[in-house]
């Protein structure tokens, strides 16, 4: 007589309990994505640049970071006329907890549209895993945490907008050429990601400028980051043993050995896992060449010429130009003083054909150049 009431209460709870489950699944996979207003971009085929730039509590009340942001994003608006240019920020979140400073404020200037990644940043379940896994590595407070995080933040924003050729730029570097005309011979000649090193050696690559043709290829290094700082253990401990060749031994560092010698702490940050990214896979990630066509005398650490065009660690020539990432360091270390004269007198004149050229013909630089010395 009771076994049907209890049945029925039976398959009342179950289907609450499979609605609830429903429905806190929906809310998570609604959380881990953007919910972004419809983007218009102008030049839908074209070169699309992206700055994505996230604030600490303590940089929402800065009064110095707004004056050069607003610079920069000028300075792109104002050469970079045939690219889609994103500024990708997380802005809304200081405001919301009042923490904006008057000061602060940022004004998009024409050509460069706001797209807030607040909601991604904060409730995203990849970004809190690579969050706890990194902490494994180091202090999640670390600053590179949040570099890292903009590759999370620029994949969710090209699959979003279903965007390709994405050139990213860190917002404190001025590109004094038009990248657009540069389209043609990324696409060719730079299949993957591609980058530029910090010093010779290429070992630690900066994401100062980075050449991302779509999504799916950025995707396969935010997954590898997340594996490689500790959810593949044995992906972790190969990086870490190929650290210990890049960046050892400092007493009572990460992970020592029996002699108390370790990693020094703060080479373990994004840098070297790009570096290691590439060292596994060269073809995922190829280098922007950093040195013009010349034959440098080689010394016994290193052959810069394997770093000009064409070289041994570079790619094919971007335009008509080279991307001077610490350009200046990579000389001096390997170059003696001779040769640093002779190199810097080259370039000289170089630049000064340069400015010749571009004025008299096109009044605009022919040169894709990255970061200037």
Request: net charge neutral; with cysteine; glycine share 6%.
């Amino acid at each position: 007589m009771t076994l049907v009431p209890k049945l029925g209460l039976t398959r009342l709870a179950a289907a609450l309990l499979l609605l609830l489950i429903i429905t806190v699944h929906l809310h998570t996979n609604a959380a881990s994505k953007l919910s972004l207003p419809p983007l218009s971009l102008p030049y839908p085929d074209g070169l699309t640049i992206i700055i994505a730039y996230s604030l600490s509590e303590k940089a929402c009340i800065s009064h110095d970071r707004a004056p050069y942001i607003q610079f920069s994003l000028e300075h792109l608006s104002l050469i970079q006329t045939n690219s889609n240019i994103l500024f990708v920020s997380d802005t809304k979140a200081c405001e919301e907890k009042n923490l904006m400073a008057e000061s602060f404020r940022v004004t998009m200037p024409p050509g460069v549209q706001y797209v807030d990644i607040t909601p991604f940043l904060y409730n995203n379940s990849r970004v809190e895993e690579f969050k706890l896994h990194s902490s494994k590595a180091l202090s999640s407070e670390y600053l590179w945490i949040s570099s890292a995080l903009r590759f999370f933040v620029i994949e969710e924003v090209m699959k979003e907008y279903s965007i390709r050729n994405v050139i990213h730029i860190e917002i404190d570097n001025l590109l004094y050429g038009v990248l657009s005309e540069a389209l043609p011979v990324l696409q060719s000649g730079y299949k993957g990601l591609s980058a530029t090193p910090l010093y010779t050696g290429a070992n630690i690559i900066t994401a100062s400028v980075m050449w991302i043709p779509d999504h799916e290829t950025l995707h396969n290094l935010t997954v590898f980051m997340t594996d490689c700082l500790g959810r593949d253990d044995a992906l972790f401990q190969g990086y870490l043993k190929w650290m210990r060749t890049v960046s050892c031994c400092k007493l009572g560092g990460f992970n020592p050995d029996s002699k108390g010698m370790g990693i020094y702490n703060r080479s373990i940050n994004e840098m070297t896992v790009l570096g290691y990214y590439r060292h596994l896979d060269p073809t995922k990630l190829v280098n922007f060449p950093i040195l013009p066509l010349f034959n440098f005398p080689k010394s016994a650490r290193t052959d810069l010429n394997d770093y000009r065009m064409w070289g041994g660690q570079a790619g094919p020539m971007v335009g008509y130009g080279i991307w001077l990432v610490l350009l200046l360091k990579c000389i001096l270390l390997n170059l003696r003083w001779l040769g640093v004269l002779v190199v810097f007198f080259i370039f000289f004149c170089f630049y000064i054909l340069m400015l010749y050229f571009s004025f008299s013909f096109s009044f605009s630089f022919p040169f894709s150049f990255g970061n200037l010395l």
